[in-house]
């Protein structure tokens, strides 16, 4: 509750209180007030250094639950525990604790250990509902008493589809998810994190708590010059909390960006400084005030160093621990990992020397879980610094001294000369209430400044503290140092590849920009990626195997720590306009997070010269959909984050031709790049009738395979392998052929990955003779390299009563973060789109004491996530269905395809939302039934072709062509499309790109399919 003076009242409460209880009080005026000070420091005895629980595996598998739900945690300074809080409780089903088999309340959550090919299991289950955390809110403000959250494992190269690392599910309150991640054994050893990851409340949720370490192997990244000295390792988690009135008491955990929402639950006569966008970084008693009330009396605040740093509201921990110590052996050498796991926080880092004040150079020997191939001294002040941006981390080589403690601290940053003012700042009091009764806060405009020796760093409107972070005590015991020299190699397995040494196969330019951009809403203020939020900002496609090169390009006043998922990055250059020292070419080390400059602006505010930074990534392994973003999770939530989608390494098309003239029905593969032939199969000998392809990476070593159906006759499912093998051609070995499970004669078939496991799964639409059906299949290989065994996992009625054909495709087609199936209803029907998706997600079980179990369960229900008709309800025909990234540039998620099978060579298109819809709405939540817009519709062959149209997409580096299949009078036809935006037009524009005219006679549209 804010209290406004009113202008008649020349001598209120808030002025006589003032003038009464203060030292230094001039009639008429509000005096310089200082914060009664609780003596923190005579009653609190540093504690020493805590690791969290550590978990590991039993015979290569470590299988946790982790619960995310409202916590009451233990924070060394305040009175009582903070009940708060966000915590992960935990259980282990299989694997090894050296603490408690199971617990909560941890800040941070317990540390995971898994070494390289091991497999981590997480039962994630949702209990946040119910929440009473007035400061957790969504990007507009408002308090949540539920929300959705998601897990990653951030800097793994691992799959990001299914449940591996998927990011983009929305796990809802009640509900469990099962995520199996296989680590790679390539993987490099060292220290990673794992933390919340849902788009709008990513930042609250790691703030209040839900982040924890990983370790893949050894934290220090298992370099042999540690295990031969058998070096201590330590893994240190920065975080940083804010309690108001932890001086005088109180015990509640605030969200830093805002007002603390219980002023009034401090003494009378305490004060909050209100910073826009600082205060909560920065402890509030290190700010001064001066300004005045409503009523023109001035008012004026101290700040109050003196005030120990146990004292202040806002404090950053190591393990969740304030200030905790450690002895060692004078001499003595340790190997310490550092993780940055806050939401925004920079964290400037010095050691220090009590006996003498010097500061020992800072050695580097890895970041971001990867070992350097050479040991390397801190980029900053002679080596004697080095930044953390959030989510970064690195792992130091620390010596003790022969005298003196040695501490860990962020230090002042002496780039600041003079005392930083703020203005529009404000200073709200607690003072009696009316009448005497009660209390009421009374607030003041003006300006808050900040002495530069308060300040360890700051980007943008953040500014961040000095503080010691840890001490380390030397003991009597001597022993021999271990020096970590720079350029000393370190002999570990790093998996590093100098990329600068290769040529790029793509360059793409990535703008970072802030502001009032959306014109329909020019009171919001977000970030964005070339010039629009997630998810609309454009998708990057690169292949499997290519190496590209990424240019960011900052035209803000923020630095911005961008994070790739899935695969590390070498930099190339950084070019900071506002601090050469920062500016560098070539580093010869991979890394996940890059903290890109801020650009540098005139004292008009025009923009002089942008920060620069360019990337280069070597995209293996992995095929699949997942982000970039920037990991100051304010501005990810406010949109600075872009879905990334990496391709097979080759495209490929197939067309399915149906036989005449007593030639059987075959498929024609081609190369999508360029339309060549590569393979022409007979998959059914004696078969004439149509058919139906897709493809698709069946056996999830990301090569494109190819599903052929026979869509009359019998459910005949057969599957080729897209490897090429012994010498063999893709497309040449039979992977998989089988009769379909429950389906009456044909078989339409698309490929997706619907289960959430590795691989994809056939999904299959029945033709006729029966009630309309979709059956989900799964293949399981018999022995490595051989064939695979169907396994029918899910079935369902998609348009009941219905007992004509349906044509199906799958697709990432919503912000859900699962592969949707996408059914057409065949002639007979009005042309409905029906969109059904298995959530995958359990709900949970009764709870045992203190944990909530998730149940493990199959495919489950299926859920309609929309229908609608794609053309007039008059049209009779048919349709067919695809989907595809068409709409690539203008963001979203992947378009739904429609044609027309008979009568006309109709084709549209359907988005959930995209940059044709203007800017995403601020909060985003997923909608029941999820909508859909008309992104383009055209007659692929022309207004005179009545033979129908059928329709796919083949993947670009920059979204996919629409394919379109037809008939030419007897002749086969295939054409591709790029669709394209004119201007500010809200839907595509097609322009064909290339018609390809088959040599063989058809009497039926052919199928279509492309990857």
């Not at 916590?71 to 409780?89: M, Q, Y």
């Not at 739904?896 to 709405?921: D, E, K, M, R, W």
């Amino acid at each position: 509750m804010f209290f406004s003076l009113s202008p008649p009242l020349k001598e209120t409460f808030a002025m006589r209180f003032f003038h009464h209880q203060t030292v230094r009080a001039s009639k008429g005026s509000i005096a310089r007030f200082q914060p009664r000070l609780l003596e923190l420091e005579s009653r609190l005895t540093p504690a020493a250094l805590v690791e969290p629980v550590g978990l590991y595996p039993r015979n290569g598998v470590l299988e946790v639950t982790l619960t995310a739900r409202q916590s009451t945690i233990d924070l060394d300074t305040v009175a009582t525990p903070v009940s708060d809080a966000l915590a992960f409780s935990y259980q282990v089903n299989q694997g090894i604790s050296d603490g408690p088999d199971m617990g909560g309340g941890l800040r941070p959550g317990p540390t995971l250990h898994v070494n390289p090919g091991q497999t981590l299991i997480v039962h994630f289950a949702n209990e946040l509902s119910g929440l009473t955390i007035p400061d957790f809110t969504n990007i507009n403000g408002q308090t949540l008493t539920a929300a959705d959250i998601n897990l990653h494992t951030h800097g793994l190269h691992i799959s990001p589809d299914g449940n591996s690392d998927n990011v983009l599910l929305n796990i809802a309150p009640g509900t469990s998810n099962t995520y199996t991640r296989q680590i790679a054994a390539d993987q490099p050893e060292g220290l990673y994190w794992y933390h919340t990851h849902l788009h709008g409340v990513a930042q609250p949720e790691i703030y209040f708590g839900l982040a924890g370490m990983l370790v893949i192997g050894k934290a220090d990244g298992n370099i042999p010059k540690v295990s031969q000295n058998q070096l201590p390792t330590r893994t240190l988690a920065i975080q940083y909390n804010d309690v108001f009135g932890r001086d005088v008491g109180l015990s509640t955990l605030n969200f830093p960006t805002v007002q603390p929402w219980n002023l009034t639950e401090a003494p009378i006569g305490a004060h909050y400084v209100n910073v826009p966008g600082s205060s909560g970084y920065t402890a509030n008693n290190l700010f001064s005030f001066s300004g005045s009330f409503s009523n023109g009396d001035p008012a004026t605040i101290d700040a109050n160093p003196a005030l120990p740093e146990s004292g202040r509201n806002t404090q950053f921990t190591i393990n969740g621990q304030f200030q905790p110590t450690l002895q060692a052996a004078r001499g003595q050498t340790e190997v310490w990992s550092l993780a940055n796991i806050s939401d925004v926080a920079y964290a400037r880092l010095r050691l220090t020397n009590t006996a003498d004040g010097t500061h020992p150079a800072i050695v580097v020997l890895g970041q971001d879980g990867i070992t350097y191939t050479r040991a390397t001294l801190a980029p900053l002040e002679d080596g004697t610094v080095l930044l953390m941006p959030p989510a970064t981390r690195f792992v130091i080589a620390v010596t003790m001294p022969e005298s003196g403690d040695l501490i860990l601290e962020m230090p002042p940053d002496p780039s600041f000369g003079a005392p930083v003012a703020f203005g529009g700042s404000s200073a709200s009091f607690v003072v009696p209430g009316p009448g005497g009764i009660g209390k009421q806060v009374v607030t003041a405009q003006g300006t808050a400044t900040l002495d530069p020796s308060a300040i360890s760093y700051s980007n943008g409107f953040n500014y961040f503290p000095t503080q010691e972070l840890f001490r380390v005590s030397t003991t009597s015991e001597s022993v021999t140092s271990v020096i970590f020299a720079p350029g000393e190699p370190l002999n570990a397995v790093n998996g590093f590849e100098d990329l600068s040494l290769v040529t790029p196969d793509n360059t793409r330019e990535i703008v970072l920009i802030q502001g009032p951009l959306d014109p329909a809403d020019p009171a919001a203020f977000v970030f964005a990626i070339n010039g629009i939020t997630f998810p609309y900002a454009p998708v990057l496609q690169p292949r499997l195997n290519s190496v590209e090169e990424w240019v960011y390009t900052n035209i803000t006043g923020d630095q911005h720590p961008l994070h790739v998922h899935v695969n590390s990055f070498q930099v190339m250059e950084v070019r900071d306009p506002n601090n050469s020292a920062n500016s560098h070419g070539v580093q010869l080390w991979d890394q996940d997070t890059v903290n890109v400059p801020a650009a540098r602006f005139d004292a008009a505010g025009i923009l002089v010269e942008p920060g620069v930074v360019k990337i280069r990534a070597h995209f293996r392994d992995y095929t699949g959909t997942f982000v970039q973003h920037c990991h100051r999770l304010d501005h990810e939530d406010l949109g600075m984050m872009q879905v990334v989608t990496i391709l097979t390494e080759h495209q490929y098309f197939a067309v399915g031709v149906a036989g005449t003239d007593g030639a059987d029905a075959h498929v024609e593969v081609r190369d999508a790049t360029d339309s060549h032939f590569l393979e022409i199969l007979t998959p059914f000998p004696g078969y004439q009738g149509p058919l139906s392809v897709a493809l698709g990476d069946v056996d999830g070593n990301s090569i494109s395979d190819m599903a052929v159906s026979s869509l009359a006759g019998s459910p005949h499912v057969i599957l080729y392998s897209g490897a090429s093998r012994d010498g063999q051609r893709p497309f040449s070995k039979v992977i998989a052929s089988f009769l379909a499970e429950g389906i009456q004669g044909g078989v339409s078939v698309a490929l997706g990955t619907i289960d959430g496991k590795p691989g994809t799964n056939l999904v299959l639409g029945s033709q006729g003779g029966m009630e309309a059906m979709v059956s989900v299949v799964g293949l399981q290989a018999m022995a490595p390299g051989g064939a695979m065994e169907p396994m029918t996992l899910g079935q369902f009625v998609p348009f009941a009563g219905f007992n004509g054909s349906i044509a199906v495709a799958t697709g990432l087609v919503d912000d859900s973060g699962r592969v949707s199936i996408v059914v057409g209803a065949g002639p007979g029907a009005e042309p409905r789109v029906g969109v059904f998706s298995y959530l995958l997600y359990a709900p949970l079980a009764a709870p045992e004491p203190g944990m909530v179990m998730g149940v493990a369960g199959t495919l489950g229900p299926v859920v309609c996530t929309a229908s609608f008709y794609a053309f007039s309800q008059n049209y009779l025909g048919g349709i067919s269905v695809g989907t595809g990234w068409v709409n690539g540039p203008q963001g979203g998620f992947q378009n739904i395809l429609v044609g027309a099978l008979q009568g006309t060579s109709h084709v549209v298109s359907f988005s959930s939302g995209s940059a044709l819809n203007g800017f995403p709405p601020m909060v985003m939540e997923m909608t029941m039934p999820v909508p859909y817009y008309l992104t383009s519709s055209f007659y692929a062959f022309g207004a005179q072709n009545q033979s129908g149209v059928r329709v796919s997409a083949s993947d670009t580096l920059r979204g996919a062509r629409l394919l379109a299949t037809s008939l030419q009078g007897q002749t086969a036809v295939v054409s591709s499309f790029d669709l394209l935006r004119i201007g500010s037009a809200t839907q595509l524009t097609p322009e064909r790109v290339d018609t390809l005219f088959l040599d063989v006679m058809a009497n039926s549209v052919p199928a279509v399919g492309g990857y």
